[in-house]
């Protein structure tokens, strides 16, 4: 057991924290014997993959678990202990002393009151002599602080009528509503955007500089651990395995469990002296790489040209995608990056016949989709591969993944009985799970394993297309290395191309040959990796570089600062 830090200047603290949950009449520890300390005014990160404990130890920390969990040992804020502490005591800590930010703020915000209702009913909640136009002027104060634009509107909206970045904004605004000492921020910008995380990020750097609070920020994502966190508490199966500097656990990571989840990070270039030379001049980037241009248009996996999405909604068009040319050699990984809403989801989706083509032509294998028949169509579908970015949802929860992986061979192929369960173990077997799962259901797997069905699935029929939305963006680093991994492993098997989606560039570095980048329904730059990574020549792409953290503290202290002083100048 790791001791806590006892200094006088602590304001959280956990002593030998241990918490289990009955589950079919048996209790299972879920965290074991814990103890470290958040200081006063620090912002300390807790680390680790998913079921290490750490969300759990940050809700033991106001009584927020479960009926069936099972808590002991001792939580001290300040002085006063919370664990023993009665339901009406805790009401009071809640929000006025400590208060939290979930990691989906979209279903933590009540849908049915607008964001205002919600941030006055706070304030009155903890300050019971305020007037409602006093805790009004507090909320537009509040909005206006965690910078979203035109307070007094926004305070009439509903949480779906804000993008991601403005719940998160939102809820900070919340959390921060009663001035309180302590911050938990629960994966914050998990899924996020870079840039919509780089302005979570610096709201909460420009909170602490103008407030006293302290924060304690639970993440898997180190490159936000280099960004923002002044110590670090690395945790693994219920137990705290390593407590130091960011500095000094990025440079000499003590416990092999760290030095495996930093080297699980993906690395990537910069278009700076950050990472070295760039090594020669770049590719062009006004269109695909040689390796696409000199491929035969006709028999390319996938052409697009000036196609057009649009949606209709309350009398009006919302054009999703505005003129894109894009095309895809055998065998080759295109990466298409881009913010939320700038259509690079809507070109997957047009592709797999889920989103309108209003204009232009997507062609695979050489047959448009416009204009292709009811069986010619069946056919096409039975080239393409689609992996999305929540397996959960994709899975049907009610067919196990044997079912689930089978049924593209019983519909495509009408593959039955012993040699459909066949080509279904081996297909768990090619993702690295047991052949014996098949009769396992969606909800007893991780996600990672899950989205390892999801790509068995997708390659039942070994198509010559996978579209690949977001495969990685929720899951842990040390997974989404694995999962990466097998990705690439069955490329080179099966030799498909692939239409790789990502808001993560280190991620599309890592796997692709080739990058497009969109913004606003266009793709405004393409060219190979290297090019876009170390030389991009748009000024939208050098945003997205700019925004995405690296996992070095050095680095990101020093592209901070740049950033105040550009932001004071």
């Known amino acids: 057991m790791i001791a806590p830090a006892r200094t006088g200047g602590d304001v959280l603290r956990f002593e030998d924290l241990a918490v289990d949950f009955l589950v079919g009449g048996n209790w299972q520890r879920a965290v074991d014997g814990v103890s470290f300390a958040l200081r006063r005014g620090e912002v300390l990160a807790v680390v680790g993959e998913s079921g290490s404990g750490k969300s759990v130890t940050s809700l033991a920390t106001i009584g927020l678990l479960p009926a069936n969990a099972r808590v002991s040992g001792r939580v001290f804020l300040d002085d006063q202990e919370l664990l023993t502490a009665g339901r009406t005591r805790l009401a009071g800590i809640r929000g006025k002393r400590i208060a939290m930010i979930f990691q989906d703020p979209v279903n933590a915000l009540d849908p049915v009151f607008t964001i205002g209702s919600q941030l006055i009913e706070m304030i009155r909640r903890h300050q019971p002599g305020t007037s409602r136009g006093q805790a009004r002027e507090r909320a537009v104060e509040l909005l206006r602080m965690v910078e979203i634009g035109d307070p007094e509107q926004r305070l009439r909206h509903y949480p779906h009528q804000l993008s991601g970045g403005q719940c998160q904004r939102a809820m900070i605004a919340m959390a921060l509503s009663c001035e309180p000492e302590v911050l938990i921020a629960d994966e914050p910008t998990t899924a996020l955007d870079v840039t919509v995380q780089q302005e979570v990020l610096d709201v909460l750097m420009a909170l602490r500089r103008r407030t006293p609070v302290s924060i304690m920020i639970i993440t898997h994502d180190m490159g936000v651990v280099a960004d923002v966190a002044e110590r670090v508490v690395v945790m693994r199966q219920g137990t705290v395995v390593e407590v130091a500097e960011t500095r000094d656990l990025f440079a000499r990571p003590e416990h092999d469990y760290t030095r495996t989840l930093l080297a699980a990070v993906p690395g990537r270039t910069r278009p700076d002296s950050d990472h070295g030379d760039p090594g020669g001049e770049p590719k062009p980037q006004t269109g695909p790489d040689d390796r696409a241009a000199a491929t035969d248009q006709d028999r390319d996996p996938l052409m697009i040209k000036e196609l057009v999405v649009e949606y209709r909604g309350r009398g009006r068009r919302i054009r999703a995608v505005a003129g894109v040319d894009l095309r895809l050699a055998p065998g080759e990984i295109c990466g298409l990056v881009g913010e939320s809403g700038s259509g690079k989801s809507t070109i997957g989706r047009s592709v797999l016949g889920m989103a309108p083509i ?162 606003d329904g266009l793709i405004v730059e393409q060219g190979s990796c290297e090019s876009i990574l170390r030389s991009p020549r748009d000024a939208y792409t050098r945003r997205l570089l700019e925004a995405a953290p690296v996992p070095d503290p050095v680095v990101q202290r020093r592209r901070r600062e740049q950033r105040l002083e550009a932001t004071a100048s």
């Open 358 to 519: 209003s204009g232009g032509e997507v062609r695979v294998g050489g047959v448009s989709l416009a204009t292709a028949g009811r069986a010619e169509l069946r056919a096409i579908r039975s080239r393409i591969g689609a992996v999305h970015q929540n397996p959960a949802g994709s899975l049907n929860p009610r067919y196990t993944i044997g079912q689930s992986i089978g049924e593209p061979l019983l519909v495509h192929r009408g593959v039955r009985g012993a040699e459909l369960a066949g080509r279904v173990r081996a297909l768990l077997e090619s993702v690295e799970l047991p052949g014996g799962w098949d009769g396992r259901y969606p909800h007893e797997l991780s996600g990672g394993q899950r989205q390892r069905v999801s790509i068995a699935r997708a390659i039942a029929l070994e198509p010559e297309l996978l579209i690949a939305d977001e495969p990685t963006s929720a899951l842990d680093v040390s997974v989404q290395a694995r999962v990466l991994e097998l990705l690439v492993a069955l490329q080179r098997q099966f030799a498909f191309a692939c239409l790789f989606i990502s808001h993560d560039l280190a991620v599309v570095e890592q796997v692709c040959d080739r990058i497009a980048v969109m913004h």
